[in-house]
């Protein structure tokens, strides 16, 4: 009867061998998919965010939500011990996600400043601006201010004050090494490099703040989301509202 002949020593390390440089091969591609697809869901979170803001304007005669202000018209609340149910922007979301506010790639939520444990920010100059002169304060549509309180006026910026509102910057995916809370103001990176578009999906690593380095996820005020440039986002044209004749002047 003939014996069957085993597979020899050298014929087992080839294999694994071969088995080997396929995954070395495969890996990177497999990763890079991976990102992608992190990277997907992140625009894909933000465009919901945008489509959240656009229903807040139709439901509050054009005007935004607060941000970084603990008060409740924030467009998310985040501080620590406080439920993000209360959030400005929950009910047109049907329930508030932890998740939905922060980026799959984000790995260094832990590390942000000020325990702020999420990873996109709204664009100051659109959410905060308010006519101190312009009285009574503005209450939003589910009202939450105690009669008399003048803690917050009223929004002066409106939806149709934006000029080219598919051109200007709502809410970005902010850079770990920035983001400090649910603000992301675009000049103060002129002054002291905060406030910076994260390039997470580009460059896999944010040790560097350098405006030049890749691209990042973004929403417009007309409800779209893009991976854009970086390097735009510190451009005044995509984020001041008004353009030339802005909050701001540079």
Known sequence: MRRRRGFTLVELLVVIGIIALLISILLPALNRAMESAKGVKCLSNLRQLGIATVMYNNENKGHYPSCATGQPDDWFVWQPGQDINLSALSKYLGRANPEMFRCPTDSELQGHVNNYIYSYSANWMIFEPRDYNNRPTFVANFGRYPSGDMSRERPSLKNTDVRTPDHVIMLVDESSQTIDDNCWAPQHYFTDGHNLLSNRHDKRSES??????????????????????????????????RKNGGWYDQ
């Open 208 to 241: 560097a703040t350098n405006a030049n380095a890749g691209r990042g996820n973004a929403v417009f005020c007309d409800g779209h989301a893009e991976f854009m440039q970086r390097v735009d986002s510190t451009d005044k044209a995509f984020w001041d509202p």
